[in-house]
């Protein structure tokens, strides 16, 4: 009885896991889906930009999270080395 019970509460844990796992990842599709729509915040950039934004925050999901987190008024500042960052590399 002890081996089911501690089968059971290992199952658990790890459908937990799986569950936020998937939680995640659907999140962050969907945060990928609106990446244009999110662009639109930081005035200043141009549609060539834009797409190259898009590129980059698709591609890059640790400055994906990082854009969304920041304050608005710090977004036009981040995407700009994003964008230099991206033309030292290129």
């Given at each position: 009885?002890?081996?089911?019970?501690?089968?059971h509460a290992e199952?658990?844990?790890?459908?937990?896991?799986?569950s936020?796992?998937?939680?995640?990842?659907?999140?962050m599709g969907k945060a990928r889906q609106e990446i244009f729509d999110k662009l639109g915040i930081a005035e200043g950039l141009?549609?060539?930009?834009?797409?190259?934004?898009?590129?980059i925050l698709g591609d890059k999901h640790q400055c994906l999270e990082v854009f969304?987190?920041?304050p608005p008024n710090a977004h036009l500042?981040?995407?700009l080395c994003l964008i230099e960052d991206e033309q030292k590399v290129g």
């Open positions: 009885m002890d081996f089911l019970g501690n089968l199952t658990n844990s790890h459908l937990e896991m799986i936020t796992r998937i939680g995640y990842e659907f999140y141009t549609l060539a930009q834009c797409y190259k934004l898009c590129n969304i987190g920041m500042g981040y995407l």
